[in-house]
């Protein structure tokens, strides 16, 4: 996925109700910027970080300016969550996530289960439906190690959940979690964060739901899904 250029770089003077942080720009113009992130954002909003920014394409829009990288001594993160869907998106059109390949169809949010709508549905004539789900992944809290979720996330579990039931009426499910950082080799779920979270997670897999994890590289230029991660 291409990213909105060219992207600015900045400094993190602070972030604040969630969607809004103060960025001070290279040329001394401080800037108040959107955040396209409901999350706790753990380790990523500290005061003085590396941030990259993309300018609005609406002359419309009031913040002119979007959050789009965080750069930490260890790598780039992308923080803006609205993306992994295309990332993903992009990756099962070029069929470079070999468990999820020979699906002639990719439909986008379409409607299932109880008021819900699944990331993908992947439909061929010689196998069943696969309900795919999305998460973005940037938390990490020991070197290497990506986890999910940073914040208490009923409605992740109410997705696992819907994917148990598709499991159950003969499809096949898969939760695939996208980690938009360059710093990690594995992945973990952090059942602190959100201990119901961890026992839907538990079900889901016990159930039949397919567990994926895929790595990003990311430049300022671009976010492409990498490599499959081992999941603890």
Known sequence: MILPQPMVRGTLIKRYKRFLADVAMENGEIVTVHCANPGAMTGLAMPGADVWLSRATNPNRKLKWSWELVGLESGLVGINTSYPNKIVGE???DGRIAELAGYAQHRAEVKYGENSRIDFLLSAPDRPDCYLEVKNV????RAGLAE???SPTLRGAKHLRELT????QGHRAANLYLVQRTDCTRFSLAPDVDPAYSAAFDAAREAGVEILCYSC??????ILLADALPIR
């Not at 039931?165 to 159950?168: F, K, L, S, T």
């Not at 590289?217 to 671009?222: N, R, V």
């Open 91 to 93: 990756a099962l059109a």
């Open 138 to 141: 940037h938390l990490s809290r």
């Open 148 to 150: 999910f979720p940073d």
């Open 165 to 168: 039931r598709m499991v159950e």
């Open 217 to 222: 590289t990311i430049t300022p230029e671009k």
